[in-house]
């Protein structure tokens, strides 16, 4: 009881030390005009950061996102199939389907889909 006792003690104190010593070394006091810019390159834009973002790629990474996470779980359904019935997993599947294809057609039926005009 005693050695685990003094080994455990004895490993927080060469923690302590060795997390102590790191923050000490780890200071930096030189503050640099180029590592305080927000770009992290090192070099002065030639023009704004702020240039304009397609909306319409925006718009399109997200309908990806949205029909990736649920393939992501359509993927499950098939591993399912032989520990329920037969009846309810495809009437779960033929919904959940269906959702999916009926929200399909509304962004192809709203032009989300279409890439250029």
């Known amino acids: 009881?005693?050695?685990?006792?003094?080994?455990?003690?004895?490993t927080?104190?060469?923690?302590?030390?060795?997390?102590?010593?790191?923050t000490l070394l780890s200071k930096k006091?030189?503050?640099?005009?180029?590592?305080n810019s927000p770009f992290e390159c090192g070099f002065d834009p030639k023009s704004s950061a702020r240039i304009p973002f397609s909306l319409r790629f925006f718009l399109i990474a997200v309908i990806f996102l949205i029909f990736d996470v649920e393939i992501a779980l359509l993927l499950p359904m098939t591993i399912t199939i032989n520990n329920t019935n037969t009846l309810s997993w495809s009437l779960v599947s033929l919904v959940f389907l269906v959702i999916l294809?009926?929200?399909?057609?509304h962004e192809w039926n709203q032009g989300s889909l279409t890439w250029a005009d």
Request: hydrophobic residues 55%; proline residues 0%; glycine residues 6%.
């Open 29 to 35: 006091v030189i503050n640099d005009r180029e590592k």
């Open 101 to 105: 294809l009926m929200g399909l057609y």
């Open 12 to 22: 927080i104190i060469i923690c302590l030390i060795v997390m102590t010593i790191s």
């Open 1 to 10: 009881m005693n050695t685990v006792l003094t080994t455990g003690l004895l």
